[in-house]
């Protein structure tokens, strides 16, 4: 099973990517974001708990967000690997993610690191805003702290895969199908 935690700074190209991971590999993607909506949206258990912390403007619970992760997985029994965006960005994160994945006998396999200078991002992220209208793009505040959250908060798990020799940096930075060559030489070397 071919299981990849793809990984980088708002803004660098991660759900773009992925989209071109998907086609390659037949991997299913896992993105947290998405896995919450999709729960509160459905009213399910663990999305009304999630949903709870929310509400009060507090992060959800490792746990909770194990378990939604979990039932997804176990959605796609005969998945030939995922692709985790979103997650993990803690190392305690981390390792509840090797926890789950040893239970279902397999392993993450690598991480793929998207690698993108803070200015590139700055751009890329008003842009984004502008084509999608996401508000959370467009202000420059928003955008310096959720720089600033990652490389303080989420950056450091870089260093849980490294440790593993699992890291695989790739430049973020050139046409989509560049970097797309990148990640895949980057996966292909690895298996």
């Known amino acids: 099973m071919l299981n990849i935690v793809l990984f980088g700074p708002p803004g660098a190209g991660k759900g773009t990517q992925s989209e071109k991971m998907i086609e390659k590999y037949s991997l299913i993607h896992l993105s947290t974001g998405d896995i919450f909506r999709k729960n509160i949206k459905e009213e399910s258990e663990l999305g009304k708990l999630a949903k709870s912390y929310i509400d009060k403007g507090q992060l959800v619970p490792d746990e909770v967000t194990i378990n939604m992760l979990k039932q997804e997985v176990n959605n796609h029994s005969n998945a030939k690997g995922f692709i985790f965006d979103g997650f993990p960005r803690t190392n305690k994160q981390a390792e509840a993610l090797d926890t789950l994945l040893k239970e279902l006998n397999t392993e993450v396999t690598l991480m793929v690191s998207l690698e993108v200078e803070e200015n590139e991002l700055k751009q890329r992220l008003i842009k984004r805003a502008e084509l999608s209208g996401r508000s959370d793009d467009a202000d420059p505040k928003i955008i310096q702290n959720r720089i600033v959250v990652y490389q303080k908060e989420t950056a450091p798990v870089k ?10 940096s790739v430049d973020g930075i050139g046409s989509i199908d560049d970097i797309s060559s990148n990640i895949f030489k980057s996966i292909d070397n690895f298996l």
């Open 159 to 168: 260093e849980y895969y490294h440790n593993q020799g699992k890291l695989k």
